[in-house]
């Protein structure tokens, strides 16, 4: 099953017909489709991404952004765990979540990436359930039942957005670094 299957599909599933009647797009993955070195993984499509239709466009995606061209990363896949955008910007659902999480299987099997990174505490959960704190597991890398490539959970962009931002500032860069250095070291076995 290829990936325009696996979101056609989740496209028209009925345990998202409450977010497609709020009026929101669908906002599939985006990036490099194939073998890319790093998956990033939100936890729903912000008031840009809905606008646009693309993952990480809005003010958190900027900076996501801005920390790949830092640490070098260029080729890598957004996507959220959610692809509708939640009415009034609200955490998604137990149920949206566990209708998601088949989805986004399909989708990081599809897309096989040298490293899976969640972005915040609800993708991060979704992977890695024993993991409470996001401020904690930023930069460490994991395994997941889930996929086989490494997960290395970070601190969303967007927190750096908002007032105290230096501590998070740092943990994300480093994770950033580690990331990198993960993918490093994975081209560097098959050359």
């Not at 606008?51 to 990363?73: R, T």
């Not at 359930?129 to 996929?147: E, H, L, M, Y």
């Amino acid at each position: 099953m290829g990936l325009d299957e696996i979101y056609n599909n989740y496209e028209v599933d009925p345990s998202f017909q409450q977010l497609r009647e709020f009026g929101s797009q669908f906002v599939p993955g985006f990036g490099s489709r194939i073998n890319p070195d790093v998956i990033f993984i939100g936890e729903a499509p912000g008031v840009m991404e809905d606008i646009q239709g693309i993952p990480f466009v809005g003010q958190a995606g900027v900076k996501l952004n801005e920390f790949l061209k830092e640490a070098g990363i260029d080729k890598f896949f957004k996507t959220n765990l959610l692809k509708f955008r939640p009415p009034d910007n609200r955490d998604p659902n137990h149920e949206e979540i566990a209708a998601s999480v088949s989805y986004l299987i399909q989708e990081l099997n599809e897309i096989n990436p040298i490293v899976v990174c969640p972005l915040g505490r609800y993708a991060m959960r979704v992977l890695l359930p024993d993991q409470t704190s996001i401020t904690k597991a930023s930069g460490k890398v994991f395994n997941s039942r889930w996929c086989s490539a490494p997960v290395i959970p970070i601190i969303h962009p967007g927190r750096v957005l908002r007032p105290g931002a230096e501590t998070a500032t740092i943990i994300i860069r480093a994770s950033f670094q580690k990331v990198k250095e993960l993918i490093d070291g994975a081209n560097e076995e098959v050359s």
